[in-house]
């Protein structure tokens, strides 16, 4: 076995270990809003699915270079609300686009293509074209040496028409999800395989 002591390695050495294994991972495009207004968006992976009741996820925002906050952990703490969009193979090109860094305040609609529409349970819009929403609420800040971590609890989820069959359970198919790898790379669900508890 090769031990890596993470003391001992380089920031860019400790990512490469963490987001090289972390991985399937949902990509969810954030939208917040701005305090002029603007929906301000950005795609974020390292999220984690924290608890059911109530239904929490969680979002990492890594602090800039500079250790200042980004444009979405400074507006989760100023309205305290968020929605979760999860990429599928047909925006998954667009959610990508927005990860460039604006100024404060400007929108990345624009670079996206996405269109907006009102949301049920939360003041900041929702994207059109996504089929899976999490409407969300803040629960918890964490301030971490570089990272703000958000526990986010979902209020609301808002599904388009065909992912939910006729049980009322989600169509993992359907979901057309893309999920990423290390780097550029992206995955899909080509291939489900069920693995049963055997009894020793
Ligand atoms: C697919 C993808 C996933 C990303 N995941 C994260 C993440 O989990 N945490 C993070 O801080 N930045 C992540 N980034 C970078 C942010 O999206 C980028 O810093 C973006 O500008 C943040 O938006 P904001 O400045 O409007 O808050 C990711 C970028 C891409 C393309």
């Known amino acids: 076995m090769i031990v890596k002591k993470s003391a001992e390695l380089t920031p860019t050495e400790n990512f490469r270990y963490i987001a090289g294994t972390y991985l399937p991972r949902p990509v969810y495009l954030v939208n917040t809003v701005s ?3 603007t929906v301000n968006m950005g795609p974020f992976s390292y999220c984690g699915f924290i608890s059911t009741h109530p239904p929490m996820v969680s979002v990492s925002v890594l602090r800039k270079k500079d250790g200042t906050q980004k444009d979405t952990a400074i507006n989760l703490l100023r309205t ?3 929605v979760l969009h999860l990429a599928n ?3 998954v090109v667009g959610i990508q686009t927005v990860s460039k860094t604006l100024p404060y305040g400007e929108s990345e609609l624009d670079l996206s293509g996405f ?3 009102d949301s049920q349970m939360v003041d900041v819009p929702s994207i059109n074209e996504a089929s899976v929403r999490l409407e ?3 629960h918890k800040h964490i301030e971490l040496p570089s990272t703000d971590l958000f526990i986010l609890e979902i209020v609301a989820f808002v ?3 065909n992912i939910l069959n006729d049980e009322g359970k989600v169509d993992t198919f359907a979901l057309d ?3 990423k790898l290390y780097g550029k790379e992206y995955t899909g669900i080509n291939e489900v395989v069920e693995i049963s508890s055997r009894k020793i």
Request: hydrophobic share 35%.
């Open 177 to 179: 999800v893309m999920a």
């Open 35 to 37: 305090e002029n207004g």
């Open 159 to 161: 599904f388009e028409d």
């Open 89 to 91: 193979s047909e925006n």
């Open 136 to 138: 969300t609420k803040v």
């Open 115 to 117: 269109t907006l529409t």
């Open 80 to 82: 305290g609300e968020a």
